[in-house]
């Protein structure tokens, strides 16, 4: 693989590969496969539906740019984790069981405070048990919930791409990020954890 490959982003490596270029998504796809995953696995919580939507994800991203279905106006990452959401959600539909978006929240965010993670983030000393706790924590929020919680506090993506990715309005992304952060505060108090250092 060549230097000059590897200087180029995400979104030019995708473009690259469309091009014509398969060292470009070899590249493209060592950088961001495990985000991807972690994303289908948090959301699915079954290991081997998980790899069978990450493949499920991975041919329909080769087909879109190979169809030149690819727009770069914004970060592929987040182009990739919509096309998985929405084979997760072709998964949960032929399987009877869509509850990834069990509940709405509403509009009303005048209030949101910031979270335990940005106020981590601020202070940049997460320690790993800190951050295994919220994980674990995480994992006990409803589906909807966890899946925009995992996303902005462990992906970094913004209420903006999530609320493309999930089919919502921002608001109300923002309103499952605030009931997440309620809810998993009130695990960390219930199981005496602590979350913020």
Not at 10 to 28: K, V
Not at 33 to 39: A, E, L, P
Not at 104 to 128: A, C, L, P, T, W
Not at 136 to 161: A, N, W
């Amino acid at each position: 693989m060549t230097t000059a490959l590897q200087q180029l982003t995400n979104e030019e490596l995708a473009i690259a590969y469309a091009n014509g270029n398969n060292d470009a998504f070899d590249l493209l796809l060592e950088r961001v496969k495990d985000d991807i995953y972690s994303y289908i696995l948090i959301i699915a919580r079954n290991k081997e539906l998980a790899e069978d939507i990450f493949q499920d994800t991975f041919i329909k991203i080769i087909v879109r740019l190979q169809e030149g279905r690819y727009n770069d106006n914004g970060k592929f990452i987040s182009w990739a984790i919509r096309i998985a959401h929405n084979a997760i959600l072709d998964v949960f539909r032929r399987q009877k069981s869509r509850d990834i978006f069990d509940s709405n929240y509403g509009d009303d965010m005048s209030r949101f405070s910031q979270s335990v993670f940005d106020d981590s983030k601020e202070h940049n000393i997460i320690s790993h048990q800190v951050l295994k706790d919220a994980k674990k924590l995480m994992m006990e929020l409803p589906e909807s919930q966890r899946e925009v919680v995992y996303m902005r506090c462990f992906q970094d993506i913004s209420f903006k791409e999530i609320a493309e990715i999930t089919g919502v309005s921002i608001n109300t992304a923002l309103g499952r990020m605030r009931y997440g952060i309620i809810n998993m505060r009130k695990l960390a108090k219930q199981h005496n954890i602590q979350l913020a250092v």
